[in-house]
């Protein structure tokens, strides 16, 4: 071994959390192959069981101190990365949980599927790390293709496979606007490390390179986020691809393209902050208000969640508007919460699918809170946290976004959130109108037994209200995450 | 767990339990309920045998830390401005209770749940001490409401029930932010975040953001009143709510606007006061003729009723607003005269609608000779309404028109056109439903007063009669803390003024 590689592979304990996650992907091809493809359910706890172990190290490093950076430093396991880690494999693993029924009902293949999940997954925890750009746009490639192919999975569907083709098509010009921007970068500073640009910047002051650099950068992840006016596809996306898939964009892949967007623009532009606050302002108050005006249009729930996603993001990025430790923190615990409610809201969606029909209508919710208590109940706390009631995440979440937002003199920004959240409430309520104020008109069917799915409900409920009323502990956590940052 | 803690919770544990017991035999849930709802009502009896008279302080404290690094605690204190609509609260919810036996037969065990969270919502706001605690309870209060409109409300309940949440909301999101930026304000005065009611009335801030602060918080609260013009979604919803949620709705939540106002609106940001003043005396006495002349002309019993309500809260306001302590004494007092005589309207207008199930004040005519004991009970209530002497409606609006007068005479005398009008309303919507000869043949058939509904409506007769001859025992546990509040913005309307006199003296000098 030479020199060189031995000090480039020197702290190499930074990748693990991600190199668990391949691990746990390989390990289910392998489980699929020599089971022929019949225990479904194996597979499954083979990819729990992955990701089970990677959150445990995750939250064991948590409290390690050794030097959390690795392959010279363009991976860092510091306390950010591992939040994210730990909320992206939360969503992994209960998307593989509500798959189990929803793949067995519309045959599909679990091996592939549950793998590329995984695969998946071990981009999002990349890019979680990543301190550097170019591992930034590779963990994103990584990520984006496991989930370009899930979304097509529905082969039957017109749909899914315009959903797929869509993606695919602007999530490749969108990869386009993120490279260039990193040459950019590159070029101002010739470093791609995070810190190296920093530093750089800091000493040079941000030229019309580096400032084109943030702009093409912003329009690359402001399309994985689903960003105004850079969102055109999600509605169809969301609505085309499995439900289980579209519940894994909203959650995964929004938090671990944040989770590298935060990093990129909290630890390396920070002398360019009075340019980019400004850019992101804007589009935060654009994402919010269009985000939830065009969610009030819509008669198919599904896109409706996928609309109410975009607000979301407009939401979180209030918190980055505020460039502080607290708006910083905020960010990350509106992810976390966000991920909780809206996993919930998809399962419950799924819940209520049959095959074969349109299960995302919502006509046909009516009268479902009363002909299937449980799950009625639960997709109104999941409606109600997403719109932001008490005492559930979704409260706790907006509260600390804006009160971090009031505290960096963003009074404005925060009326402004308050207003949207005011126009979510018409749609959220909305559906619980459906299921409990409208007489059903579809032929009642007897709902099926699907425990994996209940289990997903059912800690998706749990993680909501703990969020909301105890919220001190993963507050602290989310603080020092983000004070973990350079 | 402390006292104001069980008064608290336990609504809610009761609805938990109910929850879990089975739906069948109704009569079971419903004297569970029932059980539920009187466990509270005893509880707060004992808060009320405990509470010291002539202290002006809370009492009965209870603090928990909760969120630390925001600076919120779990607080819950009670004074006297709180104490007797906590009572109000526990008293009225057991009654709708025993009411719904009669005329909610359709998801039975969810009703009554609702109820007990609506309570817990409701007392908690009116206990917190802590205003994200408070901001906690107030919202948490619109998720029942919205469903005891919703799923069991009349034709237009969706209608209703949404308005009522989306113009709620439109006030209580700005509240937020207002108290968020107060928490913010705490944190630049003493460098950490803080919610507490304390800290809030610590802060010294200049008269544009009281302004600001004021505007906010009284959005909210007015909203809630409702105060003329942000009125309109109140006659939908009480005309579409079940009438437990018509009584609940008038009877307690109402009252969280004005309470709010003289809790925290006022208290908190005690400057803008002098400034808000004149508008909110004239809209107030605006909202008392306007609700009157428009309840004169309701066809609806219930919407008449509705009606009624923007025209007697609109003395509450303009009694608080005065700050003399014999009109806050007055609105203080009127808020629970509204709970008790409005809630009482609702039940006489639910118990007739079970019956012949309609509302319309032309179908019926000559109830009294068919049900006597029914038509007494009205004439009790609704002379309760009209503010007859010697029942517990006249005590409050004398006090408040007492009290204004020497502050405001021109708003005091349009408000006492109101009182006229209130009692030219009332007296004929019963004069056309229960004299005259009997006009419809359906209405000869009906049953008068079951015993249940004598049980339902007896302690409202009792407790308008008792207020409206002896209301001493109420006044002097309300007076100090009112006193303490109003001692609190007349100094700062007096402080608000000599620091120019004195900018100018000291520019004179130099």
């Given at each position: 071994?030479?020199?060189?590689?031995?000090?480039?592979v020197s702290?190499?304990?930074a990748?693990?959390?991600?190199?668990?996650?391949?691990l746990?992907?390989?390990?289910?091809?392998?489980?699929?192959?020599?089971s022929?493809?019949?225990?479904?359910?194996?597979?499954?706890?083979?990819?729990?069981?992955?990701?089970?172990?990677?959150?445990?190290f995750?939250?064991?490093?948590?409290?390690?101190?050794?030097?959390?950076?690795?392959?010279?430093?363009?991976?860092?396991?510091?306390?950010?990365g591992?939040?994210?880690?730990?909320?992206?494999?939360?969503?992994?693993?209960?998307?593989?949980?509500m798959?189990?029924?929803?793949?067995r009902e519309?045959?599909?293949?679990?091996?592939?599927?549950?793998?590329?999940?995984?695969?998946?997954?071990?981009?999002?925890?990349?890019?979680?790390?990543?301190?550097?750009?170019?591992?930034?746009?590779?963990s994103l490639?990584?990520?984006?293709?496991?989930?370009?192919?899930?979304?097509?999975?529905?082969?039957?569907?017109?749909?899914?496979?315009?959903?797929?083709?869509?993606?695919?098509?602007?999530?490749?010009?969108?990869?386009?606007f993120?490279?260039?921007?990193?040459?950019?970068?590159?070029?101002?500073?010739?470093?791609?490390q995070?810190?190296g640009?920093a530093?750089?910047?800091?000493?040079?002051?941000?030229?019309?390179?580096?400032?084109?650099?943030?702009?093409?950068?912003?329009?690359?992840?402001?399309?994985?986020?689903a960003?105004?006016?850079?969102?055109?596809?999600?509605?169809?996306?969301?609505?085309?691809?499995?439900?289980?898939?579209?519940?894994?964009?909203?959650?995964?892949?929004?938090?671990?393209?944040?989770?590298?967007?935060?990093?990129?623009?909290?630890?390396?532009?920070?002398?360019?902050?009075?340019?980019?606050?400004?850019?992101?302002?804007?589009?935060?108050v654009?994402?919010?208000?269009?985000?939830?005006?065009?969610?009030?249009?819509?008669?198919?729930?599904?896109?409706?969640?996928a609309?109410?996603?975009?607000a979301?993001?407009?939401?979180?990025?209030?918190?980055?508007?505020?460039?502080?430790?607290?708006?910083?923190?905020?960010?990350?615990?509106?992810?976390a919460?966000?991920?909780?409610?809206n996993?919930?809201?998809?399962?419950?969606?799924?819940?209520?699918?049959?095959?074969?029909?349109?299960?995302?209508?919502?006509?046909?919710?009516?009268?479902?809170g009363?002909?299937?208590?449980?799950?009625?109940?639960?997709?109104?706390?999941?409606?109600?946290?997403?719109?932001?009631?008490?005492?559930?995440?979704?409260?706790?979440?907006?509260?600390?976004?804006?009160?971090?937002?009031?505290d960096?003199?963003?009074?404005?920004?925060?009326?402004?959130?308050?207003?949207?959240?005011?126009?979510s409430?018409?749609?959220?309520?909305?559906?619980?109108?459906?299921?409990?104020?409208?007489?059903?008109t579809?032929?009642?069917?007897?709902p099926?037994?699907?425990?994996?799915?209940?289990?997903?409900?059912?800690?998706?409920?749990?993680?909501?209200?703990?969020?909301?009323?105890?919220?001190?502990?993963?507050?602290?956590?989310?603080?020092?995450?983000?004070?973990?940052?350079? | 767990?402390g006292?104001?803690?069980?008064?608290?919770?336990?609504?809610?544990?009761?609805?938990?339990?109910?929850?879990?017991?089975?739906?069948?035999?109704?009569?079971?849930?419903?004297?569970?309920?029932?059980?539920?709802?009187?466990i509270?009502?005893?509880?707060?009896?004992v808060?009320?045998?405990?509470?010291?008279?002539?202290?002006?302080?809370?009492?009965?404290v209870e603090?928990?830390?909760?969120?630390?690094?925001?600076?919120?605690?779990?607080?819950?204190?009670?004074?006297?401005?709180?104490?007797?609509?906590?009572?109000l609260?526990?008293?009225?919810?057991?009654?709708?209770?025993l009411?719904?036996?009669?005329?909610?037969?359709?998801?039975?065990?969810?009703?009554?749940?609702?109820?007990?969270?609506?309570?817990?919502?409701?007392?908690?706001?009116?206990?917190?001490?802590d205003?994200?605690?408070?901001?906690?309870f107030?919202?948490?209060?619109?998720?029942?409401?919205?469903?005891?409109?919703?799923?069991?409300?009349?034709?237009?309940?969706?209608?209703?029930t949404?308005?009522?949440v989306?113009?709620?909301?439109?006030?209580?999101?700005?509240?937020?932010?207002?108290?968020?930026?107060?928490?913010?304000?705490?944190k630049?005065?003493t460098?950490a975040?803080g919610?507490?009611?304390?800290?809030f009335?610590?802060?010294?801030?200049?008269?544009?953001?009281?302004l600001?602060?004021f505007?906010?918080?009284?959005?909210?609260?007015?909203?809630?009143?409702?105060?003329?013009?942000?009125?309109?979604?109140?006659?939908?919803?009480?005309?579409?709510?079940?009438?437990?949620?018509?009584?609940?709705?008038?009877?307690?939540?109402?009252?969280?606007?004005?309470y709010?106002?003289l809790?925290?609106?006022?208290?908190?940001?005690?400057?803008?006061?002098?400034?808000a003043?004149?508008?909110?005396?004239?809209?107030?006495?605006?909202?008392?003729?306007?609700?009157?002349?428009?309840?004169?002309?309701?066809?609806?019993?219930k919407?008449?009723?509705?009606?009624?309500s923007?025209?007697?809260?609109?003395?509450?306001?303009?009694?608080?607003?005065?700050?003399?302590?014999?009109?806050?004494?007055g609105?203080?007092?009127?808020?629970?005269?509204?709970?008790?005589s409005?809630?009482?309207?609702?039940?006489?207008?639910?118990m007739?609608?079970?019956?012949?199930?309609?509302?319309?004040?032309?179908?019926?005519?000559?109830?009294?000779?068919?049900?006597?004991?029914?038509?007494?009970v009205?004439?009790?209530?609704?002379?309760?309404?009209?503010?007859?002497?010697?029942?517990?409606?006249?005590?409050?609006?004398?006090?408040?028109?007492?009290?204004?007068f020497?502050?405001h005479?021109?708003?005091?005398?349009v408000?006492?056109?109101?009182?006229?009008?209130?009692?030219?309303?009332?007296?004929?919507?019963?004069?056309?439903?229960?004299?005259?000869?009997?006009?419809?043949?359906?209405?000869r058939?009906?049953?008068?007063?079951s015993?249940?509904?004598?049980?339902?409506?007896?302690?409202?007769?009792?407790?308008?009669?008792?207020?409206?001859?002896?209301?001493?025992?109420?006044?002097?546990?309300?007076?100090?803390?009112?006193?303490?509040?109003i001692?609190?913005?007349?100094?700062?309307?007096?402080?608000?003024?000599?620091p120019?006199?004195?900018?100018?003296?000291?520019?004179?000098?130099?």
């Amino acid at each position: 071994m030479t020199a060189e590689l031995s000090s480039f592979v020197s702290g190499w304990q930074a990748g693990w959390p991600a190199f668990l996650v391949g691990l746990t992907a390989f390990a289910v091809m392998f489980a699929d192959l020599v089971s022929d493809g019949k225990d479904r359910d194996g597979l499954v706890i083979v990819g729990l069981i992955g990701l089970g172990i990677t959150a445990a190290f995750s939250v064991s490093a948590w409290f390690g101190t050794g030097d959390p950076g690795g392959f010279q430093n363009t991976l860092r396991a510091d306390r950010f990365g591992l939040f994210f880690t730990v909320v992206i494999c939360a969503a992994a693993a209960l998307t593989l949980l509500m798959s189990v029924e929803y793949l067995r009902e519309h045959d599909l293949p679990a091996g592939d599927y549950h793998a590329l999940v995984l695969l998946s997954t071990c981009g999002m925890v990349f890019m979680a790390l990543a301190n550097d750009l170019i591992v930034v746009f590779i963990s994103l490639e990584v990520m984006s293709v496991g989930v370009y192919v899930l979304s097509g999975m529905l082969r039957g569907d017109k749909r899914s496979i315009e959903a797929a083709m869509k993606y695919f098509l602007l999530g490749a010009f969108a990869s386009g606007f993120l490279l260039y921007g990193i040459a950019f970068f590159y070029g101002a500073t010739g470093t791609t490390q995070l810190d190296g640009i920093a530093q750089v910047l800091a000493r040079d002051g941000v030229g019309p390179m580096a400032l084109l650099g943030i702009v093409l950068v912003t329009v690359g992840f402001g399309f994985k986020v689903a960003l105004v006016p850079f969102q055109g596809w999600t509605p169809d996306v969301y609505e085309g691809a499995p439900t289980p898939v579209t519940a894994f964009m909203a959650v995964g892949v929004k938090a671990a393209a944040f989770a590298a967007l935060v990093r990129v623009f909290a630890t390396s532009l920070e002398a360019a902050a009075v340019d980019w606050t400004g850019i992101l302002q804007v589009l935060a108050v654009l994402t919010m208000s269009v985000g939830n005006v065009a969610a009030i249009a819509q008669r198919s729930v599904k896109r409706m969640l996928a609309y109410s996603s975009i607000a979301h993001a407009g939401y979180a990025l209030v918190g980055l508007v505020a460039n502080s430790a607290e708006g910083g923190s905020a960010v990350l615990y509106y992810l976390a919460a966000y991920t909780a409610m809206n996993v919930g809201a998809f399962a419950v969606l799924i819940a209520l699918g049959r095959r074969g029909e349109p299960n995302d209508d919502l006509d046909a919710m009516a009268g479902v809170g009363l002909r299937q208590p449980i799950l009625g109940l639960s997709m109104t706390v999941f409606m109600l946290a997403l719109a932001g009631f008490p005492p559930t995440a979704g409260f706790a979440g907006k509260f600390y976004l804006f009160s971090a937002a009031i505290d960096a003199g963003h009074v404005t920004l925060a009326i402004i959130g308050v207003l949207n959240s005011l126009v979510s409430v018409y749609y959220y309520l909305g559906v619980i109108v459906q299921m409990y104020m409208v007489e059903g008109t579809l032929v009642p069917v007897s709902p099926r037994s699907r425990p994996w799915l209940l289990w997903v409900i059912f800690a998706s409920v749990v993680a909501t209200f703990w969020l909301g009323v105890l919220p001190s502990g993963p507050m602290d956590a989310a603080r020092a995450a983000f004070a973990s940052l350079g | 767990m402390g006292l104001l803690s069980f008064v608290t919770w336990s609504p809610l544990i009761g609805a938990v339990l109910l929850a879990l017991l089975p739906r069948e035999p109704v009569r079971g849930v419903r004297r569970a309920a029932l059980v539920f709802s009187l466990i509270p009502f005893v509880a707060s009896l004992v808060m009320l045998a405990r509470f010291q008279t002539g202290v002006a302080d809370f009492q009965m404290v209870e603090r928990l830390a909760w969120i630390p690094s925001w600076g919120i605690g779990y607080e819950l204190g009670i004074d006297g401005i709180s104490l007797f609509l906590v009572v109000l609260t526990t008293f009225l919810v057991p009654i709708v209770m025993l009411n719904a036996w009669g005329d909610v037969h359709k998801h039975v065990k969810e009703y009554f749940a609702f109820m007990l969270v609506l309570e817990t919502g409701m007392i908690g706001a009116l206990l917190a001490l802590d205003l994200f605690l408070f901001y906690v309870f107030w919202e948490v209060m619109l998720v029942p409401m919205y469903f005891l409109i919703g799923l069991w409300g009349g034709e237009q309940r969706v209608y209703a029930t949404m308005k009522f949440v989306l113009f709620t909301m439109a006030g209580s999101l700005l509240m937020l932010v207002a108290i968020l930026y107060g928490a913010w304000q705490v944190k630049v005065a003493t460098g950490a975040f803080g919610f507490s009611y304390e800290a809030f009335a610590a802060l010294q801030l200049p008269l544009r953001e009281q302004l600001l602060l004021f505007a906010a918080f009284g959005l909210a609260f007015a909203i809630k009143v409702p105060l003329f013009p942000l009125h309109t979604w109140l006659p939908d919803a009480h005309t579409q709510a079940p009438t437990g949620g018509s009584v609940i709705l008038a009877g307690v939540m109402l009252k969280m606007g004005t309470y709010g106002f003289l809790r925290f609106a006022m208290p908190l940001f005690p400057a803008a006061v002098a400034e808000a003043t004149p508008w909110i005396v004239w809209l107030s006495a605006i909202g008392i003729v306007y609700g009157a002349l428009v309840a004169t002309v309701q066809p609806d019993m219930k919407r008449l009723v509705a009606y009624s309500s923007v025209s007697h809260l609109g003395f509450v306001m303009l009694g608080m607003f005065a700050l003399t302590p014999t009109a806050v004494a007055g609105s203080v007092y009127q808020m629970l005269n509204h709970g008790l005589s409005t809630g009482g309207l609702f039940l006489m207008v639910g118990m007739v609608y079970e019956r012949r199930h309609t509302r319309k004040i032309a179908d019926y005519g000559g109830l009294w000779a068919v049900v006597p004991r029914y038509a007494a009970v009205f004439l009790v209530v609704m002379f309760a309404s009209a503010g007859l002497p010697g029942l517990n409606g006249f005590i409050g609006e004398f006090l408040v028109l007492v009290g204004t007068f020497p502050v405001h005479p021109w708003a005091t005398a349009v408000a006492t056109s109101g009182v006229i009008l209130g009692a030219l309303y009332l007296l004929w919507m019963y004069q056309r439903v229960i004299f005259g000869p009997v006009t419809h043949e359906e209405n000869r058939k009906l049953t008068d007063l079951s015993p249940r509904e004598v049980v339902v409506i007896a302690p409202v007769i009792a407790m308008c009669v008792f207020m409206g001859v002896y209301p001493r025992p109420f006044l002097e546990r309300m007076q100090p803390s009112i006193d303490r509040v109003i001692a609190r913005v007349q100094a700062a309307s007096a402080a608000q003024a000599p620091p120019t006199v004195v900018a100018d003296a000291a520019g004179e000098t130099r």
